[in-house]
């Protein structure tokens, strides 16, 4: 490891399984101080003794406004300033159309949606100039899946929320990234799915092309690799010194060696939007 994020506070959501713990494993070993939450406490202290290093649990709901600003007087009682934010806690169900209920959208929104916003918003007076946000989308979130439309179209939203704020955040020189991963086996994925053949079925049809063997390279498309993300045009405007913003090809937003994600199950884009 370089130790490149020394010095470094770092905050992860929904950081106690899947990609948001091996995000915050990986900023550790390179010498970040890492911020982690997670709903329950028990799921929070086992994380962060996987963690190790300089690592901080704060337990929280991101869907909770008055849990993020306790997640924020947490950073304040030892650092004055965040360096990343990895905007990481979701979730979802699946539920067809004709069965979407209430209490499953407004579920989904409030953590994808309304989570994703509050978060990166109460940290603006503590990012730094020149600070990365990166935020969690998915695959889900430009291509259809059956049963899954509340879940994709909350990720469209996030999607929507880096190529806003790039112009937002542009005289800071703030960077927004977003990560959209296919079908990555973790906790979650399974929690949402289940076991058996027909779960496996509807895996395989995800975008992304879940791959139900670890070490299988996952089929890409031209919006969908695994390290070296394709140069595309985002439909938004940008900054003064140019009419559009571009998804860069640039290194993924993470410590240098093995990213979080390989290794897993899926492809990941990663869409640089910074202006």
């Given at each position: 490891m370089t130790g490149r994020f020394n010095n470094k506070v770092v905050v992860v959501t929904g950081g106690t399984s899947g990609i948001g713990l091996a995000t915050a494993k990986a900023f550790a070993a390179e010498g970040a101080s890492v911020f982690v939450t997670g709903?329950?406490?028990?799921?929070?202290?086992?994380?962060?003794?996987?963690?190790?290093?300089?690592?901080?649990?704060?337990?929280?709901?991101?869907?909770?406004?008055?849990?993020?600003?306790?997640?924020?007087d947490a950073v304040q009682q030892s650092h004055a300033q965040i360096d990343v934010i990895f905007a990481n806690a979701g979730g979802g169900t699946m539920l067809p159309l004709g069965a979407i209920t209430e209490e499953q959208f407004d579920s989904t929104f409030d953590t994808n949606v309304k989570?994703?916003?509050?978060?990166?918003?109460?940290?603006?007076?503590?990012?730094?100039?020149?600070?990365?946000?990166?935020?969690?989308?998915?695959?889900?979130?430009?291509?259809?899946?059956?049963?899954?439309?509340?879940?994709?179209?909350?990720?469209?939203?996030?999607?929507?929320?880096a190529r806003n704020?790039?112009?937002?955040?542009?005289?800071?020189?703030?960077?927004?990234?977003?990560?959209?991963?296919?079908?990555?086996?973790?906790?979650?994925?399974?929690?949402?799915?289940?076991g058996g053949d027909q779960a496996q079925?509807?895996?395989?049809?995800?975008?992304?092309?879940?791959?139900?063997?670890?070490?299988?390279?996952?089929?890409?498309?031209?919006?969908?690799?695994?390290?070296?993300?394709p140069m595309t045009r985002a439909?938004?405007?940008a900054s003064s010194s140019s009419s559009t913003a571009v998804t860069r090809r640039s290194d993924p937003p993470f410590p240098p060696g093995?990213?979080?994600?390989q290794g897993g199950r899926g492809a990941i884009l990663i869409e640089d939007t910074t202006s």
């Open positions: 709903r329950r406490q028990d799921a929070l202290d086992v994380a962060v003794k996987q963690i190790g290093g300089r690592v901080t649990g704060v337990q929280g709901d991101m869907a909770k406004l008055a849990d993020i600003d306790r997640l924020y989570g994703t916003l509050f978060t990166v918003q109460k940290a603006l007076p503590l990012l730094k100039d020149g600070a990365a946000i990166i935020l969690t989308g998915s695959t889900a979130g430009a291509s259809g899946t059956p049963a899954f439309s509340v879940y994709g179209a909350s990720k469209a939203a996030v999607r929507n929320f704020w790039i112009l937002d955040l542009k005289d800071r020189r703030i960077r927004v990234n977003t990560v959209s991963p296919g079908p990555i086996e973790t906790a979650g994925l399974n929690e949402v799915f289940g079925g509807i895996k395989d049809s995800l975008p992304g092309r879940y791959a139900p063997d670890a070490s299988a390279s996952p089929r890409r498309s031209p919006r969908q690799c695994c390290s070296s993300p439909s938004s405007t093995r990213p979080p994600w």
